[in-house]
């Protein structure tokens, strides 16, 4: 008999013992009839008592009124206002059982503990610093989520610094108030620096993991060049990055992209106001004094009316102010591309320029430039689209923008129809002039709206972002 009952409390501890729910979980909830939700779970066994934190893609909420069997288990998580109950029979590493949660949603419920020692939520704080030549930020918010948010900076004649003690943007604010985590690669180059921002984003994304833990989520967005980098990681690292927000970037090819847009655009230009910034493959060094160039671009402009309104209606501009904006940005880029790429990548020879005021005149007239054969590969290597996504990718863009035309997205809609890739690209604009003039709101709009996408597997309508 005695020995019977030792018998009985040694099994009973190691039963107890097995179960302990303590560590970090991957939790998958299959709602019936529809896809598989992923979230994770942090619990605290201690004793009969289980604590922890529940996260989702659309918030956080605690873990409450547990009830611990062995093995069954039974406990309730709030994800915003909305409570789900679980209940559930723990079995070696694996919870296996059902939920119930808001508007009559129930379903499967399958916990598993993740390999290796656990990891503990970030603490809330800015970790800046280097990696190889690339400085970096990253912010965690109080409220950490368990997902992160990869931000790509657009263009800049020189790599991105990172000041601890200065306050995030409006809209990198408003990721953190949702939950999310942000990192963010200056880059170690300045200019078209695709290649650069490429790989140590990727780098940086990589260190995140490797330091926190694997994120429940990892989403990529960037504005401008930075829309194109966050559209070839989304290609590239298909299995890094769930899911894209890509804002206001040129992500047609890009050497089509700058031949039709930029090289042409600084083509005509030389012909209406010659010499003006040296020619298109020999930019002056007046584009270093960016302030002086704009104001002489200016000056000349209203002095030539006529030629002024034959550029206008020619690239579409508003404004002569706009005008030497845009022309003393595109020389400044020009200038830098060839410096990287080793010549100039444009070839003029054959094109035929349409809607200036004399089409057959300024036919005759431009000068005719070839390509340096090794500029022309290396723009079209950093970035030509695969076009074939294997996550979704919600695209931003104004109605009109004098830097990267809202036409300019259309290229690469026509690559994803030729290569199969159309089901994982949406299309949204914003009614409004200027280059990447989204508010936060209208972008955190956009962000929930990928999410979801994500989330449930059906795409957001294209048309207007709200």
């Known amino acids: 008999m005695f020995r019977t009952t030792l018998l009985f409390l040694a099994l009973s501890l190691c039963a107890n013992a097995q ?269 270093f004094n960016p302030l002086d160039l704009v104001q002489r671009i200016q000056k000349e402009a209203t002095q030539y009316p006529d030629r002024l309104m034959a550029m206008q209606k020619f690239a579409g501009f508003q404004s002569d102010l706009e005008m030497a904006q845009v022309i003393a940005f595109y020389a400044a880029i020009q200038k830098e591309m060839m410096l990287r790429a080793g010549g100039n990548p444009f070839d003029n020879r054959n094109t035929l320029y349409q809607n200036t005021s004399d089409d057959p005149l300024v036919n005759r007239g431009v000068k005719r430039y070839a390509a340096a054969p090794q500029a022309v590969a290396y723009l079209k290597k950093y970035y030509t689209p695969t076009a074939a996504p294997k996550n979704p990718i919600l695209s931003l863009h104004t109605t009109y923008d004098p830097l990267v035309p809202a036409w300019s997205v259309n290229g690469y809609n026509e690559l994803l129809h030729l290569n199969g890739g159309a089901a994982n690209f949406v299309q949204r604009f914003v009614s409004r002039s200027g280059h990447c003039t989204f508010t936060p709101q209208e972008t955190i709009n956009a962000f929930n709206d990928l999410i979801q996408w994500k989330e449930s597997g059906t795409p957001p309508a294209p048309g207007e972002q709200k």
Not at 115 to 137: F, I, W
Not at 244 to 253: D, N, V
């Open 19 to 287: 179960f302990n729910l303590t560590g970090q979980w991957d939790v998958t909830a299959t709602p019936e009839g529809k896809k598989p939700l992923k979230l994770d779970a942090q619990l605290k066994q201690d004793g009969d008592g289980l604590t922890g934190q529940v996260n989702s893609p659309m918030g956080s909420g605690p873990v409450k009124n547990a009830n611990l069997g062995n093995p069954e288990v039974a406990f309730q998580f709030l994800i915003g206002k909305y409570l789900f109950d679980v209940k559930a029979v723990a079995n070696g590493e694996e919870l296996k059982g059902t939920f119930n949660g808001p508007r009559n949603m129930k379903g499967v419920f399958l916990a598993k503990r993740l390999n290796g020692p656990p990891v503990s939520t970030p603490v809330e704080g800015v970790e800046t610093g280097k990696l190889d030549a690339a400085e970096y930020r990253i912010d965690i918010p109080k409220n950490f989520n368990g997902s992160l948010v990869v931000y790509c900076h657009g263009y800049s004649p020189n790599p991105g610094k990172f000041q601890k003690e200065k306050e995030p943007n409006d809209l990198l604010k408003a990721f953190l108030n949702l939950g999310y985590a942000v990192a963010q690669s200056g880059y170690s180059k300045g200019g078209w620096a695709v290649k650069e921002a490429l790989e140590e984003t990727e780098a940086l994304r990589k260190h995140f993991v490797s330091k926190y833990g694997k994120p429940k989520r990892t989403y990529v967005t960037g504005h401008s060049m930075g829309g194109t980098i966050t559209l070839a990681l989304a290609e590239t690292y298909p299995d890094a990055y769930d899911a894209a927000l890509q804002m206001c970037g040129p992500i047609a090819p890009s050497h089509s992209m700058f031949q039709r847009r930029l090289f042409d655009t600084l083509i005509v230009y030389d012909y209406y106001f010659p010499g003006m910034i040296g020619t298109p493959v020999e930019i002056t060094d007046d584009v």
